[in-house]
C-alpha cells in the first residue's frame, strides 16, 4: 500500500525529517512550560503545592509492595473514593460513579474533551488569557479559536461578551461553539465567576460542550458542582485535579465530572492504562486526608492576606482574586525581575506575550514563611 500525505508540499519526496503528520499537527508548536531544574527551589512559578503532600500519601506509596510495580494499575473504588470526598465536602447531590473520569492530570483530560469533541473547522470559545494548554489543543484538532479577551476593569469576567458568542447567530453559517472553556477562577487572571452564571451560560447553549476547569476552586470554594444537575444540564462538564491542593503534580492524576454519556464519550480517546499505580494509590491517600489539604489552603490563603498587605503599603502595583496567585508588575522589566530572583533561588512567571499582562509577574502563594522569603527578595532586586 502506497502511503500518501496531502498536505505534505512534496509527499513523494524522502525527507530527513520523516513522514509528515496531519496538517493540524504539523501547524502546531509543542506545548512546552519551563519546567527544568526546579528542584531545591522557592517554586513559585506553577502555582504548585510548596510543601508537599500528606505524610499518608507518602506512607502509602512507601507501602506499595515491589511486585505491584509489574502489575497493570487497578481503578477500582477510586470514583467512589472521590465522591465519598466530594459528599463530605457537602455536596448534596448525590452524583453516581459513572459520571466521573479518571484522567492522567488535568490537562490528559482536556486533551481527551477536545480530542472527543472538537471537530475540524469547531469553534473553541474562551477567555484571553486564561490556562495555556487550551489553545494548543484545540489547534490540534482544526478547530477555530475565539478567545474574548478579559478587557474589563480588574479582568473581570467578559459574561455578555461571552454569553453573545454563544448563540449560533454570532457566527452566521457556523453554528454555535462546539466548546466553551471557563478557567474558574481563571489562571492567571484569578477572575472568579459565579456558579449560577456559569449554570446560566450553560442552561442557553445546550449544543455547547461547557467545561470548567475548578484547579484552583479551593480557594475560592466557587464551585458550580453544588448547583449542577447534570441529568439537566448534561452539557455541563468540571474538571479537578489534585494537583495543586494535595501536591500530587508530579504523579498526575486528574477528574473529569459530568453527565455519564458525556464522560463515557471522554473515556473512550484514553488508554485502559492512562494513570499509573502510584497516582491511584497517592489519590486514595489524598482523599482520605481531606483535613491536610484543608490546613494547606488555609495557610495559603492567610499568607496571601499577608503579602497582599506588604504589597499595599509598599504602593506595589498588584493584581489579587481567586486563585492561589497574584500578579505584580515591577518598576524593573519583568524577565530581569524573574531572572534576579532565579538568582535569589526564588521561581516565578513572567506574562511577557501574554494579552493584558506584559510586563507582569505571576506569583504562586506559598506558606507564610516562604512569602517572607519572596518579599525579603523582591524588595532587594527592586529597590
Ligand atoms: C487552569 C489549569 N488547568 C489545568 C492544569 C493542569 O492540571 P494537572 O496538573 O492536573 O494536569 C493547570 C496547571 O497549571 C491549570 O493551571
Known amino acids: 500500500m ?9 509527499a513523494a519526496a524522502p525527507d530527513a525529517a520523516g513522514p509528515f503528520a496531519r496538517p493540524e ?12 531544574g526546579r528542584r531545591g ?25 515491589a511486585d505491584h510495580y509489574a502489575i497493570y494499575p487497578e481503578y477500582a473504588g477510586l470514583r467512589e473514593a472521590l465522591l465519598a470526598n466530594l459528599a463530605a465536602g457537602g455536596l448534596e447531590r448525590p452524583l453516581q460513579p459513572a459520571q466521573v473520569g479518571l484522567f492522567n492530570g488535568v490537562d490528559a483530560a482536556i486533551h481527551a474533551l477536545f480530542h472527543a469533541y472538537g471537530d475540524r473547522g469547531d469553534t473553541l ?25 478579559y478587557r474589563l476593569p480588574d479582568f473581570r469576567f467578559p459574561f455578555e461578551e461571552i454569553r453573545a458568542a454563544l448563540s449560533a447567530e454570532a457566527r452566521p453559517g457556523g453554528g454555535p461553539p462546539r466548546l466553551l472553556l471557563i478557567c474558574n477562577p481563571n489562571n ?12 446560566e451560560l450553560a442552561a442557553a447553549a445546550p449544543h455547547t460542550l461547557v467545561v470548567v476547569d475548578e484547579l484552583y476552586e479551593a480557594f475560592t470554594g466557587d464551585s ?13 462538564v468540571v474538571l479537578r485535579s489534585l494537583a495543586k491542593t494535595a501536591g500530587l503534580a508530579g504523579l498526575r492524576i486528574g477528574f473529569a465530572i459530568g ?15 492512562d494513570i499509573n499505580s502510584f497516582a491511584v494509590t497517592a489519590a486514595h491517600a489524598a482523599l482520605a486526608d481531606q483535613p491536610y489539604v484543608d490546613a494547606y489552603v488555609a495557610e495559603v490563603c492567610a499568607a496571601r492576606d499577608w503579602l497582599v498587605a506588604q504589597l499595599q503599603a509598599a504602593g506595589v502595583r ?10 505584580l508588575w515591577p518598576e524593573r522589566p519583568a524577565e530581569e525581575v524573574e531572572r534576579r530572583l532565579r538568582e535569589a533561588g526564588i521561581l516565578v512567571r513572567s506574562m511577557a506575550g501574554k494579552l493584558l499582562l506584559d510586563g507582569s509577574l505571576r506569583v504562586s502563594i506559598g506558606t507564610t514563611d516562604q512569602m517572607r522569603q519572596f518579599w525579603q527578595a523582591w524588595q532587594e532586586v527592586q529597590p
Open 25 to 36: 499537527v504539523e501547524a502546531l508548536q509543542a506545548y512546552s512550560a519551563p519546567l527544568e
Open 318 to 327: 498588584h493584581h489579587v482574586a481567586g486563585g492561589n496567585y497574584l500578579l
Open 41 to 65: 527551589l522557592l517554586r513559585l512559578d506553577f502555582n504548585e503545592n510548596t510543601v508537599g503532600p500528606s505524610p499518608q500519601v507518602v506512607a502509602a506509596i512507601r507501602a506499595l509492595p
Open 188 to 199: 492567571p487572571t484569578g477572575t472568579r465567576l459565579s456558579p449560577q452564571l456559569i449554570l
Open 2 to 10: 502506497k502511503l500518501s500525505n496531502a498536505a505534505a508540499p512534496d
Open 224 to 236: 458550580v458542582l453544588p448547583l449542577a444537575d447534570f441529568e439537566a444540564t448534561p452539557n455541563l
Open 125 to 149: 470559545l474562551t477567555t484571553s488569557p486564561t490556562f495555556g494548554y487550551y489553545s494548543p489543543c484545540a489547534q490540534m484538532q482544526g478547530m477555530a479559536i475565539e478567545a474574548i479577551p
Open 259 to 273: 453527565a455519564a454519556p458525556v464522560i463515557d464519550r471522554i473515556g473512550r480517546v484514553t488508554g485502559p492504562y
